[in-house]
């Protein structure tokens, strides 16, 4: 199919569907544009329409839309598969906000679809494209900043406990290693291209909820990287949002500002012999900080600008055929992680 834009109608008119109504869709108006929203609540529906957004009368009605290109996903979790499926089956193309399933198994059923009926099926991993992100990956992939990774901590960290209604419960898809934890999965993999080797993960139960609250995952890669990826929605004082250990350095990103620095080796520590110091009742040499000369502090490396966002990428996929940047082999490789994580 060959036009200038595609047409997008949206299920879920809650936050992230507003978002994407509103904000994101309308920043990429040379390739899409909404044609109209649906929500199950009425209440939604009313606001839908005060800003001016067509509602459609059901979800059915957007199905049978002949203008309707592609459907947007923004609904709680346990309905993406069959709202997906459905959409495919009628012909349109899906971008389908992550987690995409609840499990591996209905993120399957949703790719058999995908093949059966040659319709584009696209998980909206938006944080792919997050500045801080991007800027760990360049210090990981262009090495010179702090030599080779070899330790990688992600972090989110929130004082405000789990938000909302549905993310409270186990039968929508709710919790933290689903909601939070797909993206920082999503990032890990994307950035350490090597097969995992061992994964352990305690879930927090602090709220009380039947889902979890949060979790710490320790991940060891096959190529020998560490990874101690973190979420926490009872945290008073938060943790860097990165911190990466290479053998030339380490870098610390406080924040999605990108607030932060490298410390980067430039002289051998052990010969310059540090002198000891007094740390806490005790003696150290092993914590003394290193001697002057030993290190620099540098500021965190420019980021690569990304040409390419995810819609544009979702158009030319559609349009022109193009390989997906979110490819569904990777959203695949996350959910098994994240169904080992929860069993
Ligand atoms: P929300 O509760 O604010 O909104 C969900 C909306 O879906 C509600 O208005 C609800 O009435 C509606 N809804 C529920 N079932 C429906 C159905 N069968 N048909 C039509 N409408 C239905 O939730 P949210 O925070 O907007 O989250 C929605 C999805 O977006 C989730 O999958 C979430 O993980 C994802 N999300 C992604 C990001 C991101 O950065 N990529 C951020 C937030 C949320």
Redesign the pocket.
Known sequence: KNQAKLNIAT?????????HVHGLIPAESDYLQVVGT????MD?KEVAEETGTYVYPS?EAILDDQEVDAIL?????D??KD?AIRSMQAGKHVIC???VAMNTQEFDEMLAVAKETGQVLMV????RWDPDFLQVKEIFDQRQAIGDVFQIESRVHGANGIP????HLKAH?GGMV??WG??LFDQLLWLVDSPIKSVNADLSYILGDEVDDGFMAYITFENGIRALVEVGTSNFVSLPRWYIKGNQGTAIIEDWEMNGRIVKVTGNAVENKPSPIRAGVGLTKTMAPPVDGVTETLPLPEIQTVDTSFYKNFYDVVVHGAEPIVKNEQVRQVMQLIDSILK
């Open positions: 299920v879920g008119y809650g936050g992230m569907g507003t978002y649906y929500d199950i609540d939604r979800f996903i923004a609904t709680p979790n309905s993406h709202l906000e992550k987690p909206h991993q938006n944080r909302g209604d549905w993310r898809g689903l909601d797909i993206h």
